[in-house]
């Protein structure tokens, strides 16, 4: 039973491509299995968010990351009576767009692209589902939802508009834009709760993981976190009712109690919400000026104590940022290479490339091969052509 506040199935303001209903599949699930079906989503398996995919096989990866994203959208959207399928969808697509080399290399891709309309993942995203998959016969992209489609471009909240978060100041990343021209997606509100609820489910899976990641690679320790909010408390309650625990165990008991005070905290704030505002529809909730799902403010506060902690620890360690170095210099060789001779790019490519109109559209094309690389691609390739 879905809350009236939810994505109703039956009331989906369909594809750009009309088509029959499925007879035992939602539109939502439809969406979330084109997902899991698409090339861009197995690349994200070889695609890394801090750490380079070659440095060890039990850190995180894109694909792993967002499977960790997706089981927490489930479970928060089941709890709030959201519909689970559209919010898994949007927690499936949410990184497709994402750059090799995490956000190292989206820093790269943004720079390189400056003079050709910018570069953002989350319009990326939205080109790869709607223009760059090619194995339907009667469409490109996947053909998503309106829902999962504006889930995956504003579940951060309004791109444009009063409410819009001041990074998007400026013009749309043309990704959006073309996107946004063809259907509308009403970048001025927010999204609904289900792609918020993904959005925060991203918050809640990468805070989590990053700080297993950090232990296992050494960069800090347990100790160092018995000094912060949250993590401490939780390592203290393993070490009151476990004591004498061991290393490993200890950790995953802690961890995952943090990862419980987020979840929980989330459903507490989204009902607590909820009922203060009664909202009656889905349009309710986009029209509320303000995100329903979010962290409470303490927790939020204590959270932005960890990030900063981690950002110094992990993000910006010296060992960190010697590979952002080299990786970094892997898509500021490839980018220009590949524009100076779009030859070089694969068969498939080549029909896009002899239709290009002009240095921007080409830079787009190569942009779409460059961003679509795997890590382990991507190194090969350097190696390859440069050596």
């Known amino acids: 039973m879905l809350e009236p506040f939810a994505c109703q199935p039956d009331a989906s303001r369909g594809r750009r491509w009309p088509e029959h209903l499925s007879s035992f599949r939602s539109p939502y699930q439809r969406d979330r299995d084109r997902i899991i079906h698409s090339s861009a989503f197995r690349r994200l398996k070889h695609k890394t968010q801090v750490f380079v995919e070659h440095e060890g096989d039990y850190y995180r990866t894109r694909l792993t990351h967002t499977i960790e994203v997706a089981q927490v959208a489930r479970t928060v959207a089941g709890v709030l009576g959201l519909n689970t399928d559209l919010a898994e969808a949007v927690a499936l697509a949410h990184d497709l767009g994402h750059t090799p080399f995490g956000h190292t290399g989206e820093d790269a891709m943004e720079r390189l692209m400056a003079p050709y309309g910018g570069f ?107 000094d912060l909010p949250v993590t401490g408390p939780a390592f203290a309650e393993v070490d009151r009712l476990y ?30 919400r909820l009922t203060a505002a009664q909202p009656k529809s889905v349009d309710d909730i986009r029209h509320m000026g303000t995100t329903i799902i979010r962290f409470s403010k303490p927790l939020f506060q204590e959270l932005k104590v960890i990030r900063s902690f981690l950002f110094t620890r992990m993000y910006r360690a010296p060992s960190v940022m010697l590979e952002r170095a080299r990786v970094t210099e892997v898509i500021d060789t490839l980018f220009p290479l590949f524009l100076r001779d779009p030859s070089l790019l694969p068969t498939e490519w080549q029909a896009d490339i002899a239709a290009a109109k002009g240095d921007v559209e080409l830079a787009r094309i190569v942009a779409d091969y460059v961003s679509g690389m795997t890590d382990r691609f991507a190194l090969q390739e350097y190696q390859r052509l440069v050596g």
């Open 243 to 272: 004591p004498g625990l061991d290393r490993m165990r200890r950790r995953h008991e802690a961890l995952r109690r943090v990862f419980g005070r987020m979840v929980e905290d989330v459903i507490a704030v989204a009902q607590n």
């Open 120 to 226: 953002d993942h989350n319009a990326q995203a939205l080109r790869i589902v709607t223009r760059l998959e090619r194995h339907y016969a009667d469409f490109d992209g996947l053909n998503l939802t309106w829902e999962t489609l504006e889930g995956i471009a504003k579940h951060n909240g309004p791109v444009t508009g009063p409410n819009a978060d001041k990074k998007h100041e400026g013009p749309l990343p043309y990704a959006l834009a073309e996107v946004n021209a063809e259907w509308d997606l009403e970048l001025s509100t927010h999204a609904s709760a289900e792609a918020q609820v993904a959005a925060i489910a991203d918050d809640v899976a990468y805070s989590h993981h990053d700080l297993h990641d950090g232990l296992r690679s050494g960069l800090f320790t347990e100790a160092d976190l018995m």
